[in-house]
């Protein structure tokens, strides 16, 4: 099994974008935008409006509510120069939560644009409000740059960013953040400061409409997974053997897991692919609470190959009481995470049934997740959405599907 997915060749999921499908902005509706049903034999054009009528009665909804920080920092070099630092993630194992929490100094690591002209020791970037923000640089490791920050007061790192900071805005729309993408690029329920991008699939949800959802008696959880840069990287490998899957930290509660126990005889339905796969990696957490490989001390880690290099699985009910147990006897009520696990074609999915997603770039591991629940099907459905003009990326349309390939 392992090999075979190593094998994949990411040329075969490669497909024609033209500039013009891609939605540069956002509908100023977010339930208006198109909703593609793929059915069992062909496919149908909604909208999200319409989305509790397409969701079966009972389902679970799965939301990621984390939060896109502003992490963007443009520090001024001279008159006619600037230096672009995109904050990345924590350095020296610090988590996300702390890193936002962090008052007057942290060391992050960090992309810098025009790093080549950072010849001074510091950079500075002021407000009128008085808050100033210097950036050391540190060492260079593969091109990104571990940066230390400091600044003086009571801000912790969230608000300084959220004051200095401007929107990170997905490269391939190509143009600078306005004001309103500091609304529009968060989901309605964003509350856990950390993400780079935000939870796409997630942005076409209002209040209202989750009242609808729940008048069909669907019960709706969160958790948080916090996404990394890394998913607008596209696999540049031949196969996907030499691609390294980017990690991404998540948290999970207690109360959750209780949750998906009682309903894993019902419809699981992640919106967005980070919701899937930190839902995913949730089995495979419990795997290795059953077989005594979680440390209590240590950020739980989900490996890149894990689910196809696994033999001997257990049940998914077997798996979320293991992992409860293990929470249980270290006496927490939360579990950080960190996952690698790729999700591709040959994939098992353990929980989950459904997936609520956007349209995602062409070669890449978004795509081949969305591949590993309904097959060579994906280039039909594309074409589809193409030829009924539907919107891609992330201020662009969605699709549902159901019937994820379980064992």
């Not at 999200?48 to 079966?56: A, N, Q, V």
Request: net charge neutral; proline share 4%; glycine share 4%.
């Amino acid at each position: 099994m392992t090999e075979d997915v190593k094998k994949i060749k990411i040329e075969e999921y490669n497909y024609s974008l033209p500039d013009e499908f891609i939605a540069k902005y956002p509908l100023k509706n977010r339930e208006d935008s198109k909703l593609l049903i793929a059915g069992s034999e062909n496919f149908s054009v909604s909208q999200y409006k319409f989305l509790d009528e397409h969701i079966p009665e009972n389902s679970l909804l799965l939301f990621n509510e984390t939060k896109v920080v502003q992490a963007r920092l443009i520090f001024p070099k001279n008159e006619n120069t600037n230096i672009e630092i995109f904050c990345l993630e924590p350095a020296d194992q610090m988590d996300i939560q702390q890193a936002m929490a962090s008052k007057n100094y942290l060391i992050y690591n960090c992309l810098v644009g025009g790093a080549r002209k950072w010849k001074s020791q510091f950079l500075e970037l002021k407000t009128n409000s008085g808050l100033i923000l210097k950036a050391e640089k540190l060492e260079n490791i593969g091109g990104t740059f571990r940066v230390q920050f400091y600044w003086e007061g009571d801000l912790c790192f969230s608000e300084v960013l959220e004051e200095l900071g401007k929107i990170p805005l997905p490269p391939y729309l190509n143009r600078k953040a306005e004001a309103d993408d500091s609304k529009r690029y968060q989901t309605v329920f964003a509350k856990n400061d950390g993400s780079v991008a935000a939870p796409t699939a997630s942005l076409h949800f209002t209040d209202p409409l989750i009242n609808r959802l729940k008048s069909r008696n669907c019960q709706i959880e969160k958790l948080t997974l916090h996404v990394g840069a890394g998913t607008f990287k596209p696999v540049e490998s031949e196969e996907m053997s030499s691609h390294k899957m980017h990690a991404e930290e998540f948290w999970i509660s207690k109360e959750l897991l209780f949750s998906l126990v009682k309903n894993l005889n019902k419809n699981i339905i992640s919106v967005g692919t980070t919701s899937m796969r930190a839902l995913e990696s949730i089995y495979w957490l419990g795997l290795m609470a059953q077989r005594g490989s979680l440390e209590k001390d240590k950020i739980a880690f989900v490996p890149q190959w894990i689910a196809y290099e696994s033999e001997n699985t257990i049940s998914p009910l077997e798996s979320l009481t293991a992992l409860i147990g293990f929470m249980e006897k270290h006496n927490r009520l939360n579990l950080l995470a960190r996952t690698a696990i790729i999700i591709a074609p040959g994939y098992k999915f353990k929980i989950a049934n459904g997936l609520i997603t956007n349209f995602h770039q062409p070669k890449s591991t978004l795509l081949l997740l969305v591949a590993a629940i309904i097959g060579e099907k994906w280039k039909a459905m594309y074409d589809f959405a193409q030829k009924n003009e539907f919107r891609f990326l992330s201020y662009g349309d969605g699709c549902l599907l159901l019937n994820c390939k379980h064992d």
